[in-house]
Structures are given as C-alpha cells and as structure tokens.
C-alpha cells in the first residue's frame, strides 16, 4: 500500500529565508510524485510533478523539488520566501500514472507561515 | 476559459435534509473526484467515476452518493445518514489518474 509522510504539519519561516517542505512516501512500486498548494477557502493548484526522467522538477512561482529514490523523499524547497507563499502545501503519490486503477494518496498537510 | 466550476461557494444544512453539492468541467477530463478536508487531516476521497454511468466508493463514502450521467458533470449528494457532514468538499478531474485539477470547493455548514 502507498503512503505520504509529511514532517510537520507547521513550518515558519521569515521573508527571504529558505522554504524546505518535508515529504516522504512508501510504495512498493515506482512512485509519481506531485506537490499541491492550497490558499486559504480555495481549492487545490498543482505546483510540480515528477513522473520519470530528471529527478530534479522545477514548478510554479520559484518552487522546486528533488525525487531521492534512496531516502523516499520528495521534498519541497524554494530558495528565498515571499509572503504570498503563505498556504497549504500538499505532497501526493501515485504509482501507475495514466493509469485506470490506482488513485491519488495524499499527505495530511504543511501549513506554511511567513514572518515579515 | 477551462477549468472546474463548484457550486455554490457555501451551504447551511439543517438536520435530517439532503443536499447536492454541484461539480462542473469543460477540461474534457474522463475521471472526476470528490474529497471532503477536515482541519488536520488532508483530502479522504469520497467517491471517483472514471466514465460516464460508472463510479466507485473512495475511502469515506457513507452518507453520500454520487451520478455521472453526463462527461462534464459530478454532483455529490449528502444524505441525512452523514452524521457529520460539516466540511469543505473538493471536486477534481483528471485524465484518468494523471494529475487532478481542483475545483474552488464548497463549504458546507450543518445548523
């Protein structure tokens, strides 16, 4: 069975400073991976995935993440916080992408706070 | 513009009422999705239909009900036997089970 392990469920950080959201995941077969953010009462926007080939992904607004195979992580990280990255960030896996029969499993959550 | 539409934005439900909770795409998507969130505890699927006519029960899936009669259209049901249905609902959609697109939600009050 799949599972997503996200490290706190509360991550501050100040303006400027070095965002690392942590994700691990199990899973018995080749992992896709996907990070979500979620502003507050809205839905869900896909900020990067990995699926196969490099293992380095870039995304949306400055994010960036990096697939680790030994350590079964997939964490999220972005060099300099800015205040509109104040959210809820979401680690998901999958194992047969495009695929009809396996569904998203999804982490519990990182709420991220950025200090002026 | 494309995209995934929910409606409405909020809803109040009074004891022992049904109410449907609307989810719309023109992305063309086969499978669509709903998930209820909780404070603390991520997205737990309700329900997911990958073609028309067809759907299958998700991890949560009492106390709802879902159709999908039309490509475009997953309305979710929430019955009375829902003990505890007050939450923010998420309707996606995918091509089958790459990445899924979101909805803005519904948030759905019990008086």
């Known amino acids: 069975a799949q599972s997503v392990t996200q490290l706190g469920s509360h991550v501050s950080v100040s303006e400027g400073a070095l965002v690392l959201l942590r994700c691990n995941y199990s899973s018995s077969v080749p992992p896709y991976l996907f990070w979500y953010v979620q502003y507050p009462n809205q839905g869900l926007q896909l900020l990067l995935k990995y699926t196969t080939g490099a293992t380095l992904v870039k995304g949306i607004n400055g994010f960036e993440a990096e697939f680790k195979k030994s350590e079964t992580s997939f964490h999220l990280t972005k060099p300099s916080a800015h205040m509109s990255d104040a959210a809820e960030y979401f680690c998901?896996?999958?194992?047969?992408?495009?695929?009809?029969?396996?569904?998203?499993?999804f982490g519990t959550g990182t709420l991220l706070a950025v200090q002026p | 513009d494309g995209g995934i539409t929910q409606s409405p934005k909020y809803l109040f439900r009074k004891e022992g009422q049904n109410v449907t909770l609307s989810c719309e795409q023109n992305l063309n998507h086969d499978a669509m999705y709903w998930y209820r969130q909780d404070p603390g505890q991520g997205l737990r699927l309700i329900y997911y239909s990958q073609i028309v006519n067809d759907f299958q029960k998700g991890d949560i899936a009492e106390g709802y009900s879902v159709s999908r009669e039309k490509k475009e259209s997953f309305p979710l049901t929430v019955t009375s036997a829902q003990k505890n249905p007050t939450a923010f609902y998420l309707c996606a959609s995918s091509m089958n089970f790459r990445e899924q697109f979101f909805g803005p939600g519904t948030r759905l009050t019990v008086l």
């Open positions: 998901a896996v999958t194992s047969n992408y495009g695929g009809a029969t396996n569904k998203l499993i």
